[in-house]
């Protein structure tokens, strides 16, 4: 068995991020780009007024001095003249500063009397007055390749006219349920059977992740069944099986991947739940085996399967978000492996409080309710207290959290 940290950096090294694909700006929202980007003007393209006020020659001013106003400057309607010496102008916020202008005064800090103005006590050169090209000049580099495109980043963009950019799709992941003992939603399970809550949590988790998803449905035990259903899953992006992965006499999903191509990277880590997990490769396409219980498979899909695909999108940094919490309540230390907790989060007193959930097993959907993140607990540490410090894995933040993610 490999530790955890083998284990992640073995997703890691073995997936690439998908190919680009051209999309409008529009479009691009969540992407990640995967090519720098350069302005295709200097911007501003030429100096301006940051204020609303009036423009003129600072070497014109003197404590108190009258000005003379002889015209007007807009955004979208700039005064095309050069100003006379000893007069101003009333320029408004965005306007291009007129020739023979240098300085600009608000207009609440200036005296008008008609057409007149009496310039402040206190002037300073150049003040109030945004330069060409001070945000950023014509062909430079505003963002890397690996960059995420928020909206901060949409805004820059446009502002420098790119319309368009390369950038990494979001991937594709198919998920297939096996076992005889699932039965669809909506069914009644018979004796022995359960309905299968994993292919609609792991869609769920994944829909939060902003993941389209491709259901293979249930796979019974039986070669024939198994194998038409894996290779429907290889048209997409990521391959995901929850069951069937463990040593029992019905664990045939690693014998049915093995019959289509499978190459293994890594069967069983060391750590809890999800200790039989199983990864490897179909040519290119990431494959991956999640246990059957329904926590197990939802702690690896945050631990293995969130940062395979944020590698597949391109992120710089695939792994899972870490949060500093304090306990709430004493944590066993762990044992034989590394031990992965199901916990909420609450603010209290400016910092975030983690409360482990009460219900840790690996078979009980109850594990997951109302679960913020995951703490982990190396294997071998000792009990830890509480109001002791500690990283958890963020999930997401609790609602009516003042906090964005």
């Not at 022995?192 to 293979?216: C, D, M, P, W, Y």
């Not at 249930?218 to 099986?241: K, M, S, V």
Request: overall charge negative; aromatic content about 4%.
């Amino acid at each position: 068995m490999i530790s955890y940290a083998e284990a992640i950096s073995l997703v890691l090294d073995n997936i690439s991020p998908l190919p680009a694909i051209e999309k409008p700006l529009d479009e691009a929202c969540g992407l990640v780009l995967a090519e720098n980007i350069q302005a295709r003007w200097d911007m501003p393209p030429a100096d301006n007024s940051a204020m609303d006020g009036f423009a003129f020659s600072f070497a014109d001013w003197k404590p108190g001095i009258q000005l003379p106003v002889i015209g007007r400057s807009y955004a979208g309607h700039p005064l095309d003249q050069r100003v006379p010496p000893a007069t101003a102008v009333r320029i408004m916020t965005g306007a291009p500063m007129p020739q023979g202008c240098d300085t600009v005064v608000p207009i609440e800090e200036v005296e008008e009397n008609g057409d007149n103005i009496k310039l402040p006590e206190v002037c300073k050169q150049g003040q109030h007055v945004r330069y060409a090209a001070e945000e950023f000049h014509r062909d430079e580099t505003l963002l890397s390749s690996g960059t995420c495109l928020h909206a901060g980043e949409i805004g820059l963009l446009a502002s420098a006219g790119i319309t368009s950019v390369r950038v990494h799709p979001i991937p594709q992941v198919a998920i297939l349920a096996t076992g005889d003992e699932l039965v669809e939603l909506g069914q009644q399970p018979a004796p022995g059977q359960i309905v299968n809550s994993n292919l609609h949590l792991l869609a769920a988790r994944l829909k939060e992740a902003g993941i389209s998803t491709l259901s293979l449905g249930i796979a019974q035990d039986d070669e024939t069944d198994l194998d038409q259903r894996l290779r429907r899953g290889l048209q997409t992006d990521l391959l995901l099986t929850s069951g069937g992965v463990s040593v029992g006499d019905k664990d045939q999903v690693q014998d049915a991947l093995n019959r289509i191509g499978f190459e293994k990277v890594f069967w069983k880590v060391a750590i809890k739940p999800g200790k039989p997990t199983l990864f490897g490769k179909i040519d290119t396409q990431p494959v991956f085996g999640l246990p059957g219980n329904p926590a197990a498979s939802a702690a690896t899909c945050e631990i293995f399967i969130i940062p395979a695909l944020r590698r597949l999108a391109g992120h710089k940094n695939a792994l899972p978000p870490r949060l500093k919490v304090r306990l709430a309540a004493p944590v066993k230390g762990g044992g034989k492996r590394q031990t992965f907790m199901w916990g909420s989060l609450h603010l209290e007193a400016g910092e975030y409080l983690f409360t482990v959930s009460n219900r840790q097993g690996s078979g009980q959907n109850r594990s997951l309710q109302g679960a913020c993140a995951l703490l982990p607990v190396p294997i071998g540490s000792p009990d830890l207290q509480s109001g002791d410090e500690v990283d958890v894995l963020l999930i997401r933040l609790p609602a009516g959290s003042n906090v964005y993610r």
